[in-house]
């Protein structure tokens, strides 16, 4: 199993990225996906999640309204569109797959994990 994520790069306040996760060696449709980030010094937390068949998203609080996740299982590709970026939201991003049903926040619910993609954000 793979997930590889892109998209991330350097932004100015106020910008717009989106991220991608391409999934490899596992069966898309049967995963509930989340995104998580991670900033220097801090611990990797929650961002969004999204069920089996895009019908159900969760965002954390900080990022509701701004951010969008979505997926695309013909492709087995997740994304994760983020929109009036703040550079609060400096942090490597990860995408995460979990077999369980009910997608969770919880990190340890995800029993796959990207190498993470560097999104900055400056002032």
């Known amino acids: 199993v793979q997930l590889v994520e892109s998209g991330g790069g350097l932004v100015q306040a106020g910008g717009s990225l989106r991220l991608f996760c391409a999934a490899s060696?596992?069966?898309?449709?049967?995963?509930?996906m989340g995104w998580f980030r991670q900033a220097p010094g801090k611990e990797r937390e929650f961002v969004s999640l999204i069920n089996w068949s895009g019908g159900t998203t969760s965002y954390v609080d900080s990022v509701r309204g701004r951010f969008t996740t979505s997926r695309d299982n013909a492709k087995n590709t997740v994304y994760l569109q983020m929109n009036s970026l703040k550079p609060e939201d400096t942090a490597v991003y990860y995408c995460?797959?979990?077999?369980?049903?009910?997608?969770?926040?919880?990190?340890?619910?995800?029993?796959?994990w990207g190498q993470g993609t560097q999104v900055t954000v400056s002032s």
């Open positions: 060696g596992l069966i898309l449709s049967t995963y509930a």
């Open positions: 995460a797959a979990s077999k369980f049903a009910m997608p969770s926040m919880a990190i340890s619910a995800y029993d796959y």
